[in-house]
């Protein structure tokens, strides 16, 4: 019986939030709805943009997280999760002030790519500047080969498909967005990596694994799977 609550410290983004308890509802086997976890989202939008904080001294994320994980508290959530790959940034901060657990996506995906890949040394990058800036692969993922796009990529391609005026941020998750980071995803095999990793929730609302021909990995995914399993 799947009796443990699930909790969304959702709303960055919102559209990524509700792919997250999608993949959650496929990663669990059942038989009918009674069998599925209750899962509780607080999708909260109005949480300051990570990479703001991270790049400009943008207003800190921090407080708001904490606020929308508390709510979550509140409905006696088990186990909870961050639909936001930059957010880890500050995921220790935010732990030491919540009482459920809130699962690692990065920690998950280090296992996920050992127990899987366990050949594969050079892992291909796309994320936002804010999560690049802060190393937050580098520290999780620490015997791979990190690779990124170079600086005009990641300005001009990256970061225009997720944040740019036709870009994923703003509900578009076809055309211009997707032609941008295949073109971005191919640098990085250009560049040797042997699978790219989608580290901004955002960036498998568009690109999908049939669009390139090495493996895609969205540690979305991971999450799903590991957290049904805790």
């Given at each position: 019986m799947?009796?443990?609550i ?47 904080a ?23 959530v ?110 990085l ?5 042997e ?36």
């Amino acid at each position: 019986m799947n009796d443990k609550i699930i909790g969304i410290i959702g709303g960055m983004g919102p559209e990524a939030t509700a792919e997250l308890y999608m993949k959650i509802i496929k990663a669990t086997k059942v038989n009918r709805d009674q069998d599925h976890f209750r899962v509780i989202i607080d999708s909260n939008p109005k949480i300051p943009d990570r990479t703001q904080a991270i790049l400009n001294n943008g207003e800190s994320p921090v407080e708001a997280i904490v606020e929308t994980a508390k709510n979550l508290e509140k409905l006696g959530v088990n186990i909870g999760c961050l639909p936001c790959i930059t957010s880890h940034y500050f995921i220790e901060e935010i732990q030491k002030q919540v009482s459920f657990k809130i699962l690692n996506a990065l920690e998950e995906l280090n296992i996920y790519l050992k127990d899987n890949y366990p050949q594969v040394k050079n892992i291909g990058i796309l994320a936002t500047t804010g999560t690049i800036k802060t190393n937050l692969f580098n520290k999780y993922l620490p015997d791979f080969n990190i690779v990124y796009v170079d600086s005009t990529t990641q300005s001009e391609k990256v970061m225009e498909a997720i944040y740019g005026e036709g870009g994923i941020k703003r509900g578009n998750t076809e055309g211009k967005p997707l032609k941008l980071l295949i073109e971005a995803s191919q640098e990085l095999v250009d560049k040797g990596a042997e699978i790219i990793v989608a580290g901004c929730t955002e960036i498998t609302l568009a690109l999908k694994s049939h669009n390139i021909n090495n493996p895609l990995v969205d540690p979305m995914d991971v999450v799903a799977k590991s957290i049904v399993k805790f």
